[in-house]
């Protein structure tokens, strides 16, 4: 799915995984997040830890971006 959308994939430490910013965890495909197993970051600890970051950062992104369609 994540393919068809246009994400591209390399070969991460456990195969094969989405490109994605490793701090923001947006893929090359603007506005595609990717969380949990097929990740880097794999486990139960990190699939709940990444979202917990990650969440502020977007909803950030997506306030900073209505102020500006609104200025
Ligand atoms: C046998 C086994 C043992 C493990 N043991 C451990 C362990 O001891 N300790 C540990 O930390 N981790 C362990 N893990 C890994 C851990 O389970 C995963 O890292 C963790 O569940 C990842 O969470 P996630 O939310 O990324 O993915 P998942 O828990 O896989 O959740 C993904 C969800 O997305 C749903 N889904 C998939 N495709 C779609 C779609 N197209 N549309 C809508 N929904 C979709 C799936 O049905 C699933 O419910 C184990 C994994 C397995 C398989």
Redesign the pocket.
Known sequence: ?LKDLGVKTETGRNGEVPVYNKETFETNVAGIYV????TNH??????IEVPGRIIPKIKEKLTTRTQRTQS
């Open positions: 799915m969380a949990g197993h097929f794999r486990h139960i600890k990190a699939a």
